[in-house]
């Protein structure tokens, strides 16, 4: 058994070495907490984020999508307040010139007054000075304030500043929500854990528009639906739990918030937050924008700005989470009647990067032109690999370790019986399929 403590060093391996991942810009240095995903990583992340799609969106009425700009109008992180929310206060070791936060080294201070360098266990620090967590640029040729912008720190902001054009474009009534997934930037202090904390990654996120007075029940509405999202796609209960913040925490401006948190190897930290964010955005951007934003229930014939409810999670630490709770090292028999090591991604068959792979016996014709023609007509269906290299045993192992549900092995009876030996990932038992009937096989037990 893998323990808890090198559990992330050993994912980690995996996950570069079987190209999930990649170190960004490698050949010249690589860039600090900058990640590439690999061909088998970019499936993974997009099934998550199709996962998430479907279950948000597309099987409920009440949410439609987004998907807005990157750069907006400076205003817009003004009246929100992150501009002003979006600094924080720093301190860099004189010996190693690590950088850190402030609160942070002063809350793990070993006595009153002295600060200790995390890295080097230095007590000597420069001036604290502030050092803003969002990326500015600059819109044109012109590099003065008049065209700084900032890049976005989240995606929920543009759901709120879009919210009068959506809802009358998409004649939803309230409530009704607006998700979006993209790429958001904050310029953090500190890095860690793989692509737990970056500079640059990918959101999932919904502002969901409720009645003034509705918005505790939907928050704890949306608190179920999301704790049971995780559930659903793997996650083991006891790897999970909700997390109340407390009223000194940096939450902005919401009337309540809960964490729902993923125990790392490095502890509990959290993937998501389900905010009530009463009507604070919407008000500011009404205040700043002199705009109507404001909603009118016919119903009720009365008018009212919104409360907001707001699901927020990032695409990249959950895609780690479930890659963590998937992994598995186990015995498992060999042919000739021992054991081997045998590493297996458990990962649910909707996030798993590749479905099936094909996995002729032999490199001779006519093995080969069957598989490739299977291959093929997975391909129209699925994501869907073909191996041919080393012995079946190894190929057996190279999917598992990836994740891959199910293999398809074309072996020398399959030319005249015209059937194929298909072994399920996790029990690994196997059923002799036809060749007419193999779509059909796999389409029963893969879950759309």
């Not at 490698?26 to 279950?55: C, F, M, Q, T």
């Not at 129209?380 to 073909?386: I, Q, S, T």
């Not at 020398?412 to 029990?427: I, K």
Request: hydrophobic share 40%; aromatic share 8%.
């Amino acid at each position: 058994m893998t323990s808890t403590a090198n559990l992330l060093d050993v994912v980690a391996e995996l996950a570069t070495r079987r190209g999930l991942l990649l170190p960004s810009s490698e050949i010249y240095g690589g860039l600090r907490a900058s990640w590439d995903w690999g061909p088998l990583g970019v499936e993974l992340k997009r099934n998550l984020k199709a996962a998430w799609w479907h279950r948000t969106v597309q099987t409920r009425g009440d949410v439609v999508g987004l998907d807005a700009a990157i750069l907006m109008a400076p205003r817009v992180w003004e009246a929100s307040g992150h501009v002003r929310a979006s600094t924080e206060v720093v301190v860099e070791c004189t010996n190693c010139s690590a950088r850190f936060p402030y609160e942070q080294l002063a809350r793990e201070a070993p006595a009153p007054g002295v600060l200790e360098c995390p890295s080097c266990r230095g007590r000597s620090f420069r001036d604290p000075r502030n050092v803003s967590l969002m990326f500015k640029t600059f819109l044109g040729p012109a590099e003065d304030a008049a065209a700084a912008l900032w890049l976005r720190t989240e995606t929920g902001q543009s759901g709120l500043i879009d919210y009068p054009a959506v809802q009358a474009a998409s004649r939803r009534k309230l409530p009704f929500g607006i998700a979006q997934i993209g790429k958001v930037f904050r310029n953090e202090i500190e890095t860690s854990a793989l692509v737990f904390r970056t500079h640059e990654f990918e959101q999932m996120e919904l502002e969901f528009f409720v009645e003034p007075g509705t918005d505790e029940r939907w928050h704890e509405d949306w608190v179920r639906e999301r704790l049971g999202w995780h559930h659903d796609l793997g996650l083991r209960p006891e790897s999970l739990r909700l997390r109340e913040h407390g009223y000194d925490e940096h939450t902005v401006h919401a009337k309540r918030a809960v964490d729902i948190e993923y125990l790392f190897p490095f502890g509990w930290a959290k993937l998501e937050t389900v905010a009530n964010r009463a009507d604070f955005g919407l008000a500011q951007h009404q205040r700043h924008s002199g705009r109507d934003l404001s909603y009118y229930d016919q119903e009720r014939d009365a008018r009212y700005i919104p409360y907001v409810i707001e699901p927020s999670l990032g695409v990249d630490r959950c895609v780690l989470a479930f890659l963590l709770d998937a992994y598995h090292a186990e015995e498992a028999p060999t042919a000739a009647g021992g054991t081997e090591k045998r590493v297996v991604l458990r990962l649910d068959p909707r996030l798993a990067p590749m479905k099936a792979a094909v996995l002729p016996l032999s490199r001779k014709e006519p093995l080969l032109q069957l598989a490739r023609q299977l291959t093929a007509e997975l391909r129209e269906r699925w994501m869907a690999d073909y191996d041919d290299a080393g012995s079946i045993g190894r190929r057996y192992r190279r999917q598992d370790e990836v994740g891959t549900p199910y293999c398809v092995t074309v072996d020398f009876e399959s030319g005249t019986d015209r059937a194929v030996t298909v072994r399920e990932r996790d029990s690994m038992a196997q059923d002799r399929v036809g060749v007419d009937r193999l779509t059909a096989y796999l389409d029963e037990r893969l879950p759309r």
